[in-house]
Nanobody
Framework: VQLVESGGGLVQPGGSLRLSCAASGFTFSSYAMSWYRQVPGKERELVAIITSAGDSSYHADSVKGRFTISRDNAKNTVILQMNSLKPEDTAVYYC????????????WGQGTQVTVSS
C-alpha cells in the first residue's frame, strides 16, 4: 500500500491550496477515503471523509464551508480543496482509506505540510 500526499506549502491567511493523495496497492474504488491533519504534540484530527463512490462526504465543523473533499476513482486520487485558509489550519495533512469508521492502514504516508502565515 502506498499513500502519497502532495500539494502543501506556505500560503497567506485567506488563501487556497489543493492537496492531492495518490493511492496504490489496494482497490481504491472499494474504500471510503479520508484526510487527516496533525500538529506536533497533538493527536491526528479527522478533516474529511468521502464515500467509495464519491456520492457523499463529511467535513469536520472546523473546515466546513471552506474545505471540499473529492475523488477520482479512475486515477486513484483523492483531493482536498482548501479555501479561506486560517493560521489554525497549519498542520501536516495525511490521507488514508477508511473501514468501519477508522483508518484502514496503520502505515501512513509522509504527509504534506500546510503552513498558513502572513
Amino acid at each position: 500500500v502506498q499513500l502519497v500526499e502532495s500539494g502543501g506549502g506556505l500560503v497567506q491567511p485567506g488563501g487556497s491550496l489543493r492537496l492531492s493523495c495518490a493511492a496504490s496497492g489496494f482497490t481504491f474504488s472499494s474504500y471510503a477515503m479520508s484526510w487527516y491533519r496533525q500538529v506536533p504534540g497533538k493527536e491526528r484530527e479527522l478533516v474529511a471523509i468521502i464515500t467509495s463512490a464519491g456520492d457523499s462526504s463529511y467535513h469536520a465543523d472546523s473546515v466546513k464551508g471552506r474545505f471540499t473533499i473529492s475523488r477520482d476513482n479512475a486515477k486513484n486520487t483523492v483531493i482536498l480543496q482548501m479555501n479561506s485558509l486560517k493560521p489554525e489550519d497549519t498542520a501536516v495533512y495525511y490521507c488514508n482509506a477508511m473501514r468501519g469508521g477508522r483508518p484502514r492502514f496503520d502505515s501512513w504516508g509522509q504527509g504534506t505540510q500546510v503552513t498558513v502565515s502572513s
